[in-house]
């Protein structure tokens, strides 16, 4: 897997068709949309470094095939401070993360040391907006399920990411996991 020019890699867990819609639908309703460049995520590592691409890929491969897909809620809603975010509850996500980072663990930034799994859908505000956007989606939030369909990789440029590639859970029921 060569690319002419390396960059940091973000890793990040994809979701259902219809949660992805709602969830990207939320994000630009609400993220201003001169700063918003990028569709909703769930990001698991921010920062790896280019040299790491074949065995991240060998990873994601690894954590995936045959792999049916985690189960993951929306948890609550989070403060992010200058905008708004769900918190992501996954165990099964938080162990394909984990194992993920002590493969690459002498490779990991300060910043993907530790992990706030969650999905921002406004950031980049004045607090106080941001404040009476939670206050709004509070009122009527309930935990509930959200589907993950795969985990995917990308170049960061700054700007929108570059994919390198992306692999599905299996969804077929069957699993070479207990």
């Known amino acids: 897997m060569e690319h002419p020019v390396a960059a940091p890699i973000i890793v990040t867990a994809t979701f259902v068709p219809a949660d992805f819609q709602w969830l990207d639908g939320l994000r630009r309703a609400h993220y201003p949309p001169d700063r918003n460049q990028l569709p909703a995520h769930l990001i698991l590592f921010r920062h790896l470094p280019p040299s790491a691409l074949g065995e991240l890929v060998r990873l994601l491969k690894i954590e ?35 194992r993920i980072a002590d493969a690459l663990a002498g490779q990991l930034t300060p910043q993907d040391q530790a992990w706030r799994p969650h999905v921002t859908i406004q950031n980049k505000v004045a607090p106080a907006v941001a404040k009476a956007l939670l206050a709004q989606l509070e ?9 993950l369909a795969g985990l995917a990789a990308f170049f960061y440029r700054d700007g929108p990411w570059e994919p390198i590639a992306s692999f599905a859970f299996n969804r077929s029921g069957r699993s070479r996991r207990s």
Not at 81 to 95: C, E, N
Not at 139 to 147: K, L, T, V
């Open 139 to 147: 009122a009527g939030f309930r935990p509930r399920p959200i589907g």
């Open 64 to 98: 995936t095939r045959d792999v049916p897909p985690p189960p993951a809620r929306l948890a609550a809603l989070m403060s992010l401070g200058r905008g708004v975010g769900f918190r992501v509850q996954s165990d099964g996500l938080a162990g394909i993360r984990d």
